[in-house]
């Protein structure tokens, strides 16, 4: 199963996702590719793989990206080969902007898209301030595209408040786990069931 997760910039993906993939077996995080600079506390291949924008352009010719976008001045772009390969051992997740979600659900449409939010605009300014990896001009690119990408949240099928970190964290388990649960996601487990009760 594909899950989805989008936000504004600063909303805590990142941290929720990070509980995730330390809490629940048999899922994998897609590592996106970037042509953003690597912040101080990233490490290539862990939180993206940094390339140059000639790289990237040269994979979006060969079709190599399941979504790609230009997000706040640079590309970024979920490989298929990668969702492919992590999707055979487990559930995957893209961690991606609001504009890759819309490519996703026009390609992958049985995918599970969940929407984080912040609580309040002013909690989003503070913690991209207080981050302290991003410049001001950056920061407020980052606060002006929020404006518009919380209108789109009705896009969703789930929306996660993160106002306080571990009920975030519980209520993206929550729709993991009811969604692995689901009558079509079982199906070829059913049928070996049912067939013991011919």
């Given at each position: 199963m594909l899950f989805v997760v989008t936000g504004p910039s600063g909303c805590g993906k990142s941290t929720i996702l990070r509980h995730i993939l330390k809490d629940i077996r048999r899922v994998r995080f897609?590592?996106?590719?970037?042509t953003r600079?690597?912040?101080?506390?990233?490490?290539?291949?862990?939180?993206?793989?940094?390339?140059?924008?000639a790289e990237f352009e040269r994979l979006i010719a060969r079709n190599r990206f399941l979504e790609w976008a230009e997000v706040h001045g640079h590309y970024y772009g979920t490989s298929r080969a990668e969702v492919s390969e992590k999707g055979k051992v487990g559930d995957v997740i893209l961690d991606i902007d609001v504009q890759?979600?819309?490519?996703?659900?026009?390609?992958?449409p049985d995918s599970v898209?969940?929407?984080?939010m912040p609580p309040r605009y002013?909690?989003?300014?503070?913690?991209?301030?207080?981050?302290?990896?991003?410049?001001p001009s950056v920061v407020q690119r980052r606060l002006?595209?929020?404006?518009?990408?919380?209108?789109?949240?009705g896009l969703f099928d789930y929306v996660v408040i993160n106002d306080k970190l571990d009920r975030a964290v519980l209520e993206l388990e929550a729709v993991i786990l009811s969604s692995r649960c689901r009558t079509d996601a079982r199906m070829p487990e059913l049928r070996s069931i049912l067939a013991t009760f011919k």
């Amino acid at each position: 199963m594909l899950f989805v997760v989008t936000g504004p910039s600063g909303c805590g993906k990142s941290t929720i996702l990070r509980h995730i993939l330390k809490d629940i077996r048999r899922v994998r995080f897609s590592v996106s590719h970037t042509t953003r600079p690597k912040r101080p506390s990233e490490q290539d291949g862990r939180e993206y793989h940094f390339v140059d924008k000639a790289e990237f352009e040269r994979l979006i010719a060969r079709n190599r990206f399941l979504e790609w976008a230009e997000v706040h001045g640079h590309y970024y772009g979920t490989s298929r080969a990668e969702v492919s390969e992590k999707g055979k051992v487990g559930d995957v997740i893209l961690d991606i902007d609001v504009q890759g979600a819309r490519q996703v659900r026009d390609r992958r449409p049985d995918s599970v898209f969940v929407f984080i939010m912040p609580p309040r605009y002013a909690e989003l300014r503070r913690r991209l301030r207080e981050r302290g990896e991003d410049g001001p001009s950056v920061v407020q690119r980052r606060l002006r595209n929020a404006r518009s990408e919380v209108r789109d949240v009705g896009l969703f099928d789930y929306v996660v408040i993160n106002d306080k970190l571990d009920r975030a964290v519980l209520e993206l388990e929550a729709v993991i786990l009811s969604s692995r649960c689901r009558t079509d996601a079982r199906m070829p487990e059913l049928r070996s069931i049912l067939a013991t009760f011919k």
